[in-house]
C-alpha cells in the first residue's frame, strides 16, 4: 500500500497527531501514523525503515517537548534516506513552537508548516501542509473537519469543503453517454473514482454492462467523439500530467508501436516510465499512486481488455485508436 504522508512524532505528542491524522483523512490523503501500521510484537525501528518504501512524502512534527523518541532512532539518518530517495521533507511546528530547535538544524532547510493556533482552526496551516504533500493547492472551509470522516462521503465530495467549479466543458457523445460525474470527479481531483468512472462509461460506450472486459476491437474502434471527451477531461483537470494521450505520447516515445500488439521490451519501458512497474516488478491496482505526486502518465489505469497481455494491448491499442481520431 502506498501512503501519501508519513507522520513523524513525539509520542507525547500523540493526541494533536490523531486529529491531524483524521483530518488529513478527511482531504482525500492516506496518512501512516505509527499505531495503525505497527502491530503488536514488530519492531518499531524495523517497521519504520519498511515503511520507507511505501511513503510519498514525511512530515516532522515538533511540539513544545521536541521529537524525544525519535533522537533514540536517528531521525537525521532517515530523513538523509528519504533525500536520497527524493522523498520530501516538511517540518511541522505544532502550536507554541516558534521555530526549530537548535538540535535539529538539519531540518531548517526545509521549508515549514507551523500550526499558529488550535489544531482544528488552523485552517490555513492545513491548507499548505496538504500543498507540500500533494503538490496542489486547496481551497477549503471552516466546516471541513466537522464533517464525517471521507469514507462515510459519496465519491464526488472526496474533499469535504471543495466543491466542483461551476464551469463548462464539451462533453459530447455519439453513444449518449453522460460524462458529467466523470467530470465532476476530475474537478473535485478524486482521481481514483475518476479511474472507475472511465471504465464505466467506457464500456457502457461499447454496448456492454459494468464488470465486462473490453475485446481488442472494441478500443481499436472505439467512438472518436467519446473517446475525446474522456480524454480532453483528464488532461484538463490535471493540467497535462494523465490522460489516454498521455500516455500514448510516453508508450511511443519508448519505441512502442501503435498497433494494438504486445512488444514486450517497449512495455517494460512504458512501465517504468509510467510507475507501473517498479523495481522490475508490475504493481497491482492496490499499489496505484492516485494523484499528481505519480509520474507522468499513471491514470487512467482500470480499462481491461479480455486478452493475454491486455494492459500492453489495451495502450497500444487506444493509441492507434487516439491516432486515428486525430487526438
Known sequence: MIFHVFLAHNSQDKPKI???????????LNPWLDEKQIRPGQLYQDVIQQAI???QCVAVFIGTTGLGRWQ????????????ERDIPVIPVLLPGVKCIPDNLIFLRQFHQVCFECEIEEDFEAFKT????????????????FSQPNKNTLDPLNSHPGIQPPTQTDDLLSEKGIDYTRLRDLLAVKNWKEADKET??????????????????????????TDLRTIDRLWVKYSNG?????????????????????????????????????????????????FDTSSPRGHL????????????????????????????
Request: hydrophobic fraction near 40%; charged fraction near 25%.
Open 53 to 55: 518504501q511505501q511513503i
Open 199 to 224: 471504465y464505466r462509461v467506457m464500456i457502457q460506450a461499447v454496448g456492454k454492462k459494468d464488470g465486462d472486459w473490453f475485446d481488442p476491437d472494441e478500443l481499436l474502434n472505439f467512438p472518436c
Open 72 to 83: 533514540a532512532l536517528e531521525l537525521h539518518g532517515f530523513i538523509s534516506q528519504c533525500v
Open 241 to 289: 500530467h494523465f490522460g489516454f494521450s498521455v500516455q500514448k505520447e510516453i508508450y511511443l516515445s519508448v519505441g512502442g508501436k501503435a498497433d494494438g500488439k504486445y512488444y514486450k521490451e517497449a512495455w517494460d519501458k512504458f512501465g517504468d516510465r509510467i510507475g507501473w512497474r517498479v523495481n522490475s516488478s508490475w504493481i497491482s491496482y492496490s499499489n496505484v499512486t
Open 18 to 28: 490523531r486529529i491531524i491524522y483524521k483530518n488529513l483523512q478527511k482531504l482525500g
Open 300 to 327: 487512467p489505469r482500470s480499462v481491461r481488455v479480455k486478452v493475454a497481455g491486455w494492459r500492453a494491448i489495451r495502450v497500444s491499442s487506444l493509441a492507434l485508436r487516439l491516432i486515428k481520431c486525430n487526438i
Open 129 to 144: 501542509l496538504y500543498w507540500g504533500i500533494t503538490g496542489e493547492e486547496l481551497e477549503i472551509d471552516n466546516t471541513i
